[in-house]
């Protein structure tokens, strides 16, 4: 019997669990999965949260629910790999072999890493909408808040779903509008990015939606620390924003059971080929989802794309062939622009999100780089998608990798 | 492909003015890119372009962070050298593509 070990049971683990027990025979081979907890959140969901669209009930389910049959599943913290011994430490001081590793632990934010952030005003006037925790306390105080200077401010890069704080400043515009008050609030977004965005298309579009929406944009902003008295955030380069309301994105790191191994860079993202998707020092080591270090964005869509790659070499590494298959970095996001609208971007390594239709040239439904009511329901079908195809390792009419058509250059 | 003339000799630059052939850099040509950003190169700024240089020849992808962690400046006096943008700048002068942030 070999062992095939898989640390983490979010998005990407419990793909990779539902993949491979269709693919490996019960006979030869034991899958074993291991998370800390027992809940699955719909971290896609945490962004309606604060504006009262979603409530907390319909982003969690029990992990249980999404794990296929002939799986073993420990519910225990992971302490750390040795990876030089094919083994992996629980907190409980139980050991597990392995032949074969997938690291799937994701990322989480780390406010302490930023002097003052999680200090006196945190869940008072500073709040995080990336966790659970944060979102909820969010919608609490934005019911009776009678408005001032709302600002959101990203932390470091990288960080999980690039395009968040855009939907989330997109939100409370339209929030504030519908409550009557957006002439009381006054929103900014800080960003280390350079514009809205990374690459030239999208950034005009985005950048052009945050003048009409009378959103403020600060780029280049690298927080040093927050004055939990004065109610205000500094920069690096001395740039001083006074706020009412702080909502941070937090620096997001890889878990530290990884920085324990002796595995992690020094945001503790596992060094990853970004085509095989094997760990960098080790050949029995695979990484999937936001723990690696691959350069895209980190997002559920991508982890799926990466999902059907790293099945098939996963394949020909037990069987001992070389790898075939290669990730482009595909990554597809829907991007909430308020008012019942949204947009879609598709990309990869090489090429920029570019305008057309998706997934079928000329018809769509979706459009790319388009404000359209089909796009926002895109992006609300996805949760139904997300718990009843994704997780589940189905397959979906969506090719892994990016492909030109329909799109214009 | 544009050229750009420092202190007398020809470089490979793109529109953003950043070198497309790290080896034609030299440290004459460094003080000439950063005096037209302003900033009079001292020891310390050399320490740090050499950091870099030496960082993106090895392939490492150089963040605000990695600099902080440089074992030469703290992300404060990267910020106090190069102000304003620090890695746009110092990647400019020390003759290496600009970073790309990748999200
Ligand atoms: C607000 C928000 C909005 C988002 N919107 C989108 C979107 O619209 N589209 C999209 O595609 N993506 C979106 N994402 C990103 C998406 O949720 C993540 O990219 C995806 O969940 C990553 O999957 P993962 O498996 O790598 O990590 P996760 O799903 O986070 O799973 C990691 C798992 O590892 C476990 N773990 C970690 N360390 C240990 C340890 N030491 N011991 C035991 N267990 C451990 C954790 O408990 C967790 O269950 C969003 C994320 C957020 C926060």
Same mark, same amino acid.
């Given at each position: 019997?070999?062992?095939?070990?898989?640390?983490?049971?979010?998005?990407?683990?419990?793909?990779? #669990?539902? &993949?491979?027990?269709?693919?490996? +025979?019960?006979?030869?081979?034991?899958?074993?999965?291991?998370?800390?907890?027992?809940?699955?959140?719909?971290?896609?969901?945490?962004?309606?949260?604060?504006?009262?669209?979603?409530?907390?009930?319909?982003?969690?389910?029990?992990?249980?629910?999404?794990?296929?049959?002939?799986?073993?599943?420990?519910?225990?913290?992971?302490?750390?790999?040795?990876?030089?011994?094919?083994?992996?430490?629980?907190?409980?001081?139980?050991?597990?072999?392995?032949?074969?590793?997938?690291? #799937?632990?994701?990322?989480?934010?780390?406010?302490?890493?930023?002097?003052?952030?999680?200090?006196?005003?945190?869940?008072?006037?500073?709040?995080?909408?990336?966790? %659970?925790?944060?979102?909820?306390?969010?919608?609490?105080?934005?019911?009776?808040?009678?408005?001032?200077?709302?600002?959101?401010?990203?932390?470091?890069?990288?960080? &999980?779903?690039?395009? #968040?704080?855009?939907?989330?400043?997109?939100?409370?515009?339209?929030?504030?509008?519908?409550?009557?008050?957006? /002439?009381?609030?006054?929103?900014?977004?800080?960003?280390?990015?350079?514009?809205?965005?990374? &690459?030239?298309?999208?950034?005009?579009?985005?950048?052009?939606?945050?003048?009409?929406?009378?959103?403020?944009?600060?780029?280049?902003?690298?927080?040093?620390?927050?004055?939990?008295?004065?109610?205000?955030?500094?920069?690096?380069?001395?740039?001083?924003?006074?706020?009412?309301?702080?909502?941070?994105?937090?620096?997001?790191?890889?878990?530290?059971?990884?920085?324990?191994?002796?595995?992690?860079?020094?945001?503790?993202?596992?060094?990853?080929?970004?085509?095989?998707?094997?760990?960098?020092?080790?050949?029995?080591?695979?990484?999937?989802?936001?723990?690696?270090?691959?350069?895209?964005? &980190?997002?559920? +869509?991508?982890?799926?794309?990466?999902?059907?790659?790293?099945?098939?070499?996963?394949?020909?590494?037990?069987?001992?062939?070389?790898?075939?298959?290669?990730?482009?970095?595909?990554?597809?996001?829907?991007?909430?622009?308020?008012?019942?609208?949204?947009?879609?971007? /598709?990309?990869?390594?090489?090429?920029?999100?570019?305008?057309?239709?998706?997934?079928?040239?000329?018809?769509?439904?979706?459009?790319?780089?388009?404000?359209?009511?089909?796009?926002?329901?895109?992006?609300?079908?996805?949760?139904?998608?997300?718990?009843?195809?994704?997780?589940?390792?189905?397959?979906?009419?969506?090719?892994?990798?990016?492909?030109?058509?329909?799109?214009?250059? | 492909?544009?050229?750009?003339?420092?202190?007398?000799?020809?470089?490979?630059?793109?529109?953003?003015?950043?070198?497309?052939?790290?080896?034609?850099?030299?440290?004459?040509?460094?003080?000439?890119?950063?005096?037209?950003?302003?900033?009079?190169?001292?020891?310390?700024?050399? /320490?740090?372009?050499?950091?870099?240089?030496?960082?993106?020849?090895?392939?490492?992808?150089?963040?605000?962070?990695?600099?902080?962690?440089?074992?030469?400046?703290?992300?404060?006096?990267?910020?106090?050298?190069?102000?304003? #943008?620090?890695?746009?700048?110092?990647?400019? %002068?020390?003759?290496?593509?600009?970073?790309?942030?990748?999200?």
């Amino acid at each position: 019997m070999r062992n095939l070990l898989i640390l983490g049971a979010g998005t990407a683990g419990t793909m990779m #669990a539902n &993949k491979l027990r269709k693919e490996l +025979s019960t006979e030869d081979w034991n899958i074993t999965i291991v998370d800390q907890y027992k809940t699955h959140y719909y971290q896609p969901g945490f962004l309606f949260i604060p504006f009262g669209i979603y409530k907390k009930e319909d982003v969690v389910k029990p992990k249980s629910d999404f794990f296929p049959i002939g799986v073993n599943v420990i519910y225990s913290k992971i302490d750390k790999i040795v990876p030089e011994e094919n083994k992996v430490l629980l907190d409980e001081g139980q050991v597990l072999k392995y032949d074969y590793l997938i690291i #799937a632990t994701g990322t989480k934010t780390s406010p302490e890493e930023v002097e003052g952030l999680k200090g006196s005003q945190w869940n008072k006037s500073v709040f995080d909408f990336y966790t %659970i925790e944060g979102s909820v306390a969010l919608a609490e105080f934005f019911k009776s808040w009678k408005g001032g200077k709302l600002v959101v401010n990203v932390a470091e890069l990288p960080y &999980k779903c690039p395009v #968040a704080p855009l939907e989330f400043v997109f939100l409370a515009d339209a929030f504030f509008t519908e409550r009557g008050m957006r /002439d009381k609030v006054d929103i900014t977004l800080a960003t280390p990015l350079p514009g809205a965005f990374t &690459k030239p298309k999208a950034t005009k579009l985005l950048g052009g939606l945050l003048e009409e929406k009378n959103i403020k944009i600060i780029p280049d902003y690298n927080i040093s620390s927050l004055d939990n008295e004065q109610k205000t955030i500094v920069d690096y380069g001395g740039t001083v924003i006074p706020f009412d309301c702080l909502v941070t994105v937090p620096t997001n790191k890889g878990d530290d059971m990884l920085e324990r191994s002796g595995m992690g860079d020094d945001l503790n993202f596992v060094p990853t080929d970004k085509n095989t998707l094997k760990a960098e020092n080790y050949d029995n080591i695979f990484v999937l989802g936001d723990a690696s270090n691959i350069p895209t964005s &980190k997002a559920g +869509s991508v982890a799926h794309f990466a999902s059907e790659i790293l099945t098939e070499n996963i394949l020909c590494s037990i069987e001992g062939r070389p790898m075939t298959a290669s990730f482009d970095g595909h990554a597809n996001c829907y991007i909430v622009t308020g008012h019942g609208k949204g947009t879609l971007i /598709d990309f990869n390594y090489t090429t920029e999100p570019l305008p057309g239709n998706f997934p079928m040239p000329g018809i769509g439904p979706f459009g790319l780089l388009k404000i359209t009511r089909m796009n926002y329901y895109g992006k609300m079908l996805f949760r139904w998608i997300y718990w009843h195809v994704l997780l589940k390792g189905k397959e979906m009419p969506i090719s892994a990798n990016m492909t030109m058509v329909g799109k214009k250059l | 492909m544009a050229q750009k003339q420092f202190s007398g000799v020809t470089v490979d630059v793109n529109d953003e003015g950043y070198f497309t052939n790290s080896s034609q850099w030299t440290i004459d040509i460094a003080k000439a890119i950063a005096i037209e950003e302003g900033i009079q190169l001292s020891d310390k700024h050399i /320490d740090v372009l050499s950091f870099i240089r030496k960082s993106v020849a090895g392939g490492a992808a150089l963040t605000i962070r990695s600099m902080g962690k440089s074992g030469i400046v703290d992300v404060k006096e990267f910020y106090g050298l190069f102000p304003g #943008a620090p890695l746009k700048k110092a990647t400019k %002068i020390a003759g290496v593509p600009k970073p790309t942030s990748c999200i």
